[in-house]
């Protein structure tokens, strides 16, 4: 049975879900959402929901698979078996493993790993909703995890896909844009370092249409840095609120 693509882009420029080219999805983030874990972030961009937990620094075990210099950083991205449409087993696949790869290199960067030898930093990410962009969401809910969890880091690190789709450049593609779109580039970057930590792309562009790609990705991850910022403020005002209701 064929599958005839559906129509992305309408004649005044909408996408699929009403969003501009230029657009990011509504973006819901909450910090220390979890009671058991050191550090912990919720994110939600459009319909894709993230979980991101982390957990150290702490003494490795087994020992030998311990750094003399810096810290081990150990990341798990799952998707839950409810998060896709069609039941996902709960076992780790081929795609998870190598997410998990990209996700702890698209971090290691901004974090100060010399100054915890010998030890570990787990980092667990689980996808409970997917809608597209789950590794670019999965990196911003593990940055802010980090940062909750007190561990040193040069900066935030904030992630967001762009594509091309019916020949438009887009930003913060949705699910239907990435199995319909010509291209699609997942983009992190440490925004007030103003470097990238991850650039990969999948589909064909132009030298001037990839130029243009890293431009708005630019952009789109400077916004979502800025909620990052906010979602920690909010964190923190709330401890000092809850400090000082306690010295009363």
Do not use: W
């Not at 930590?197 to 030298?207: A, E, H, N, R």
């Amino acid at each position: 049975m064929s599958h005839e693509k559906p129509r992305l882009i309408d004649d005044e420029g909408r996408r699929v879900d009403g969003r501009r080219p230029d657009e990011l999805r509504p973006l819901h983030i909450e910090v220390d959402v979890l009671a058991n874990a050191d550090g912990s972030a919720y994110v939600e961009q459009g319909n894709t929901k993230v979980l991101a937990a982390v957990y150290g620094p702490k003494e490795m075990h087994p020992r030998h698979l311990g750094l003399p210099d810096r810290a081990v950083l150990r990341c798990r991205y799952h998707m839950a078996p409810f998060s896709v449409e069609h039941r996902k087993s709960p076992a780790p696949s081929r795609r998870e493993i190598e997410l998990s790869k990209v996700i702890r290199e698209a971090l290691e960067p901004a974090l100060f790993l010399e100054q915890f030898p010998r030890t570990a930093i787990d980092v667990f990410i689980e996808v409970l909703q997917a809608d597209g962009g789950t590794r670019c969401a999965s990196i911003t809910a593990a940055s802010l995890a980090l940062a909750d969890a007190g561990i040193p880091m040069r900066d935030l690190v904030a992630a967001c896909a762009v594509g091309k789709v019916d020949g438009v450049i887009v930003l913060d593609l949705n699910d239907l844009e990435d199995k319909y779109g010509e291209a699609d580039v997942p983009f992190a970057m440490m925004p007030g370092l103003g470097e990238v930590t991850l650039f990969q792309m999948d589909g064909v562009l132009t030298p001037e249409e990839l130029t243009e790609c890293v431009k708005l990705a630019m952009e789109g991850c400077k916004r979502i840095y800025v909620k990052q910022k906010e979602a920690l403020r909010e964190r923190f005002i709330r401890i000092k609120k809850e400090v000082e209701a306690g010295e009363e």
